[in-house]
Structure formats: structure tokens, C-alpha cells
T-cell receptor
């Protein structure tokens, strides 16, 4: 079984600054995907970024980037130039390649972007 | 594309009543997932269907919960009898499950309150 841990229940950042959200996971699988999802107050789950475990290069999507450390089983999310609209819950999630697209989520980090 | 559709968006009921949550996946998707989100337990996978067949229901909390997928375009999650501890947001998600990764799309969720 896989576990995903987010050790920061809440974080805050000033608008336009950079913030990093932490995530660690535990698995015996070698082929898997990692994700960050955003859940704004509307509660809609929005995929922010995806990382394939076999890729060494860290994924990047505009202001969002990850630091994937496979040996350490660490997968942090960096948000650059934070915007007020980034205020949301952020969930780290794991999917084994042979698990039929089933996601295992971390407990979430509530991010507040302050003006 | 309308995305994943869930109904109702909000449900308030009394303890002991039967509750039925409904989900219409995205057309063409062959995998459907029911998740429950609570403050205490975060996001949990309840059950997963592939090609209308339940594949993994290990997350279903107890016999009071049941899920069906009579066809590719409709699924229900039923709680009978409901209890106050069932109060949560229930998400339905769908994806196309194939040999490679395909994104899982979430519905807007149903907020259930059991009094």
C-alpha cells in the first residue's frame, strides 16, 4: 500500500513571493506518477502538475514547478510569483502505474496568499 | 464537454434516511471513482469501477454504503441508513483507463449533511 504525507497543514505567503509545499510518499512500486491538485474554495479539484517517476527532469507548468527526489521519495511543489488566486488547499497524490488510475492523496496543505 | 456531473450538489437529511448520490462521467471514459472528503480523514477512495464493473471496493466503510454502475454513463452511491458521521463531501471522478496515463477528472462534489 502507498502512503502520502504532507507535513504542513497550513502555509502563507505574500503576493508575488515564492512558496514551497512539501510532500513525501512511501511505496515499493518503481513505476508511478505523482501529482499536485489544487482545491479552491469552490471545492473543485484541479490538476496542477504531474510527474512521471521514470523522468529525471522536474515537471514545470508556468509558475508551478516540482522538485522530485525519487531516492528520498520527496515531491515538493514550488509556486513562483504567488497570486491571490493561488489561495487554496493543495493535495499531493500518488498513482501506481499498474493501479488502474487509482489515486492516493496526502492530507493537504492550506495555502493563503496575502496581499 | 460538460465534465463530470454530480447531483445533488447539496443534500441535507436526517439520521436513518436513505441517501443516493448520482454521477454522470465524461463520455468515453471507462473508469469511475467515488471519493469521500472529510476534515479528519482527508480524501479517501471509496470504490473504483472499470468498464462498469467494481474493481476495488476496499475503501467502502461498511455495509451501509453501496455503489452501482448500471451503464457507462451513470453511477450511484447509496447510504442506507445514513448516520451523522457520513457527513462529508463526496466526489465522483472519471478517466479513460488504457496502457498509458490518462488524467482523472473530478466532478464538483456533493456536500452531504446528516443531522
Amino acid at each position: 500500500a502507498q502512503t502520502v504525507t504532507q507535513s504542513q497543514p497550513e502555509m502563507s505567503v505574500q503576493e508575488a513571493e515564492t512558496v514551497t509545499l512539501s510532500c513525501t510518499y512511501d511505496t515499493s512500486e518503481n513505476n508511478y506518477y505523482l501529482f499536485w491538485y489544487k482545491q479552491p474554495p469552490s471545492r473543485q479539484m484541479i490538476l496542477v502538475i504531474r510527474q512521471e517517476a521514470y523522468k529525471q527532469q522536474n515537471a514545470t507548468e508556468n509558475r508551478f514547478s516540482v522538485n522530485f527526489q525519487k531516492a528520498a521519495k520527496s515531491f515538493s511543489l514550488k509556486i513562483s510569483d504567488s497570486q491571490l488566486g493561488d489561495t487554496a488547499m493543495y493535495f499531493c497524490a500518488f498513482m501506481a502505474n499498474n493501479a488502474g488510475n487509482m489515486l492516493t492523496f496526502g492530507g493537504g496543505t492550506r495555502l493563503m496568499v496575502k496581499p | 464537454d460538460a465534465g463530470v456531473i454530480q447531483s445533488p450538489r447539496h443534500e441535507v437529511t436526517e439520521m436513518g434516511q436513505e441517501v443516493t448520490l448520482r454521477c454522470k462521467p465524461i463520455s468515453g471514459h471507462n473508469s469511475l471513482f467515488w471519493y469521500r472528503q472529510t476534515m479528519m480523514r482527508g480524501l479517501e477512495l471509496l470504490i473504483y469501477f472499470n468498464n462498469n464493473v467494481p474493481i476495488d471496493d476496499s475503501g467502502m466503510p461498511e455495509d451501509r454504503f453501496s455503489a452501482k454502475m448500471p451503464n457507462a454513463s451513470f453511477s450511484t452511491l447509496k447510504i442506507q441508513p445514513s448516520e451523522p458521521r457520513d457527513s462529508a463531501v463526496y466526489f465522483c471522478a472519471s478517466s479513460f483507463s488504457g496502457p498509458s496515463y490518462n488524467e482523472q477528472f473530478f466532478g464538483p462534489g456533493t456536500r452531504l449533511t446528516v443531522l
